[in-house]
Antibody
Framework: QVQMVESGGGVVQPGRSLRLSCAAS????????MHWVRQAPGKGLEWVAV????????YYTDSVKGRFTISRDSSKNTLYLQLNSLRPDDTAVYYC???????????WGQGALVTVSS | QSVLTQPPSVSGAPGQRVTISCTGS?????????VHWYQQLPGIAPKLVLY???NRPSGVPDRFSGSKSGTSASLAITGLQAEDEADYYC????????????FGGGTKLTVL
């Protein structure tokens, strides 16, 4: 069964860090482009970061450049998003997702809620 | 403000047909990038309902259809059912964003 399970969300103070994990099963992460998409409370979807299937390309939306890092551990078939210097406007549900490069996303995690608040 | 523009809301009675538009520009839809559509129920991850402008993934009913022309695309749902009530997002790519996708702002479909 194809599945992606996220973990690592929680409540964190502004300026602190958090790492989200996305464990995949039923398929191999490194065969697909991997994405992080977030959704602030009551808002629409926003693309946060993408990693190409071979890991050579990593791109970020402007608001998180220099603060967030996408990575993966192929041995664990797990995708990560390291969130540093968190700000209140980073509060959102973060979804990991997989798909093609410059294509659609067809597999989604269940989402992990990150709340940045003092 | 989203790169792709969708109407905030549409509505229709059961059995009717509704359409949701998605308007972009020459750097995304007009540049030849495909448009994909997602359905999102409250509190649940998005689900792909159309890919490549008009293709349905396995399990999506043929009541869902899509088209693309120029810098715009649209999603049509015929024979509207209560279970179709959800938020719908169009998605494409933009030549200025190097691998990152772009979403429309989302459209809330209400089944009256």
């Amino acid at each position: 069964q194809v599945q992606m399970v996220e973990s690592g969300g929680g409540v964190v103070q502004p300026g602190r860090s958090l790492r989200l994990s996305c464990a995949a099963s039923g398929f191999t992460l490194s065969s697909y482009a991997m994405h992080w998409v977030r959704q602030a409370p009551g808002k629409g979807l926003e693309w946060v970061a993408v990693m190409s299937y071979d890991g050579s390309g990593k791109y970020y939306t402007d608001s998180v450049k220099g603060r967030f890092t996408i990575s993966r551990d192929s041995s664990k078939n797990t995708l990560y998003l390291q969130l540093n210097s968190l700000r209140p406007d980073d509060t959102a549900v973060y979804y990991c997702a997989s798909g093609g490069w410059l294509q659609f996303v067809d597999k989604w995690g269940q989402g992990a809620l990150v709340t940045v608040s003092s | 403000q989203s790169v792709l523009t969708q109407p905030p809301s549409v509505s229709g009675a059961p059995g009717q047909r509704v359409t949701i538009s998605c308007t972009g520009s020459s750097s995304n839809i007009g540049a030849g990038y495909d448009v994909h559509w997602y359905q999102q129920l409250p509190g649940i991850a998005p689900k792909l309902v159309l890919y490549g402008n008009s293709n349905r993934p396995s399990g999506v009913p043929d009541r869902f259809s899509g088209s693309k022309s120029g810098t715009s695309a649209s999603l049509a749902i015929t024979g509207l059912q209560a279970e179709d009530e959800a938020d719908y997002y169009c998605q494409s790519y933009d030549s200025s964003l190097r691998g990152l996708g772009v979403f429309g702002g989302g459209t809330k479909l209400t089944v009256l």
